[in-house]
Structure formats: C-alpha cells, structure tokens
C-alpha cells in the first residue's frame, strides 16, 4: 500500500525533466511554488520519518537535510542555476557514514557510506580495509546478494594503484584503491506498492552492516 510519497516521486519525476530541458530562472521562478508544495515539503517530512526509523536502527540521533535546489556554480564551469534531481541525506554524527535517497527522472537509489574521503578519514578507512577486509568484503556482498546492489564510485576516482604501504597483491586492492565508499540500491517497484518508507526501512537493515563497518572503523 503506498504510502503518498509516490506522488511526491511522481511530481518530482516529471517537474525535474522539465527542468532539465530548461534550466533556467525565467523556467523556475513561475513553477517555484509548486516546487516548494509538491516535492520540497514532502521531502522534509520524508526526512522526518525515515530519519526517526534510522535513529531507532542505530540507537542515536539522526539529522535529515533536504538539498537546496540552487546550485552553487561559484566555482563550476557548468552555470546552469539548479540542480535537476532531489537528494536527502541522513548523517547520525561527523565522521559517520550518511544515508542517501536519490530520485531523478529514471533513476530512485537509497544508499550508504562516504562518498569522498581524505586526510586522516581516508588513512582510517585504508587501515579498516587492510584488517578487517573480509568482513567489509562479505557485508558488501550480502548487500549484493539480497538487494542486486551496485558500487557508487561517487566523488573522485579510484587510484590506478594501489596506495603505499600496501602491495598490488593485497586480497582488497581494489577496496584500497578508492577514496570513498558508498553502497546504492537502485529501487524497483515496490516503494510504490509497499510505499515509500516502509521500503527505506527494509532496506535500511540491508545496509546496516556496512554502515556499522565503516562507521566504527572510522568516527
């Protein structure tokens, strides 16, 4: 049974191709409202609810964020003003791994993890790699395995080699190898059947032990 926010996926789908094609303020600024009233609030509450099952999940608290629409082009050659798609996020403390939901027009993700590491959180991550790979190897592939998920290479690029001090032959080279981690499930269909939340929340549990990985190896 849907939980309504299907309809804040359907209107955003068709409102966000639009803007696509016409990404400009004369575009927007007529539609503002219906932004405002059909995706951006519904997105907050959608933040509320899923925020108030994760902070249940990991037994501390949890705050949502809605992205702004605009978009900072102060330091982009790209100066299209807005962003076309809608992301929330959920972080439960600095240095933990954030939850994600993603929906643009042909594409609905949820996801976890750090999408860009550097500096200390980055020398912290290799080291959870480098003792407690197999563990971080098996949970991914769980997640694999019960939700077809894929790999987001978010951010920058992976290394072409594998970083000092470890060997091209480390069993989790190619865990070694990038500078973020983060766990996306695309959703099918049944977010519209069994609704939105519910859906999120289920898979939630999916996600759960990488996100117990990479936030204890390192916050």
């Known amino acids: 049974m849907s939980d309504g926010f299907a309809d804040m996926i359907t209107a955003a789908n068709g409102f966000y191709a639009e803007l696509a094609r016409d990404n400009t303020k004369e575009w927007f600024e007529p539609r503002k409202e219906h ?6 609030k519904p997105a907050e509450l959608l933040g509320e609810l899923v925020g108030a099952d994760l902070s249940r999940l990991l037994g501390r608290p949890v705050a949502a964020k809605v992205y702004r629409i605009h978009r900072d082009v102060r330091f982009s050659k790209d100066k ?6 809608l992301h929330v996020q959920w972080v439960a403390g600095e240095g933990s791994p954030a939850w994600f939901f993603a929906s643009s027009p042909g594409h609905l993700s949820f996801s976890t ?4 590491l550097e500096s200390d959180a980055l020398d912290r991550y290799r080291r959870l790699v480098d003792t407690k790979g197999d563990a ?6 769980q997640v694999s395995r019960e939700a077809k998920a894929e790999i987001a290479t978010w951010g920058a690029e992976p290394l072409k080699r594998v970083p000092k001090p470890f060997g091209e032959d480390h069993p989790h080279a ?8 983060t766990l996306s499930i695309p959703l099918d269909g049944a977010w519209d059947e069994g609704g939105v939340v519910p859906t999120l929340a289920r898979l939630s549990q999916v996600l759960l032990p990488t996100w117990r990985l990479l936030d204890e190896g390192l916050r």
Do not use: E, Q, V, W
């Not at 993890?113 to 860009?116: E, F, H, I, S, T």
């Not at 971080?136 to 592939?141: F, T």
């Open 35 to 40: 932004y405002a009233s059909t995706i951006r």
């Open 80 to 85: 299209t003003p807005y962003n076309a798609h």
């Open 113 to 116: 993890g750090l999408p860009d």
């Open 136 to 141: 971080l190897a098996a949970a991914i592939g």
């Open 174 to 181: 190619d865990l070694l190898r990038r500078k973020g981690l």
